[in-house]
């Protein structure tokens, strides 16, 4: 992994172009890229409660235009802040997943180590 992957994004997009070309991903390297995005994972928390924020302020106007609760959901969830909410959310699993996969790998080649296989 480079110095230049300092972003969730250019880290994942690291992980994807290497899973991609099939290119082997040592233990020590994936658990790096783990320990970074977990790190780094904040600053996806803050966006999406920046965007769950808006997307509020749009409901609360949609409730308020709309005839009926549904009308206004059914509003909110055309519009393409409900969207990129969505695909937010998406992101941060991912990044924890990443973490928890990184972490089982660890685990698992720790153990072959000592175990000599």
């Given at each position: 992994?480079?110095?230049?992957?300092?972003?969730?994004?250019?880290?994942?997009?690291?992980?994807?172009?290497?899973?991609?070309?099939?290119?082997?991903?040592?233990?020590?390297?994936?658990?790096?890229?783990?320990?970074?995005?977990?790190?780094?994972?904040?600053?996806?928390?803050?966006?999406?409660?920046?965007?769950?924020?808006?997307?509020?302020?749009?409901?609360?106007?949609?409730m308020?235009?709309?005839?009926?609760?549904?009308?206004?959901?059914?509003?909110?969830?055309?519009?393409?802040?409900?969207?990129?909410?969505?695909?937010?959310?998406?992101?941060?699993e991912?990044?924890?997943?990443?973490?928890?996969?990184?972490k089982?790998?660890?685990?698992l080649?720790?153990?072959?180590?000592?175990?000599?296989?």
């Amino acid at each position: 992994m480079n110095d230049n992957l300092r972003s969730c994004d250019s880290i994942i997009e690291w992980l994807k172009t290497q899973q991609e070309n099939r290119v082997p991903i040592s233990p020590h390297l994936y658990l790096e890229a783990a320990t970074a995005l977990n790190i780094l994972s904040s600053d996806e928390v803050d966006k999406l409660i920046d965007m769950e924020s808006k997307l509020a302020v749009l409901r609360a106007t949609a409730m308020s235009t709309e005839k009926t609760a549904v009308a206004a959901k059914i509003f909110i969830e055309a519009m393409p802040e409900y969207g990129e909410v969505r695909k937010q959310r998406a992101k941060i699993e991912m990044i924890k997943e990443a973490v928890r996969l990184a972490k089982k790998t660890a685990t698992l080649k720790s153990d072959e180590m000592r175990n000599g296989l």
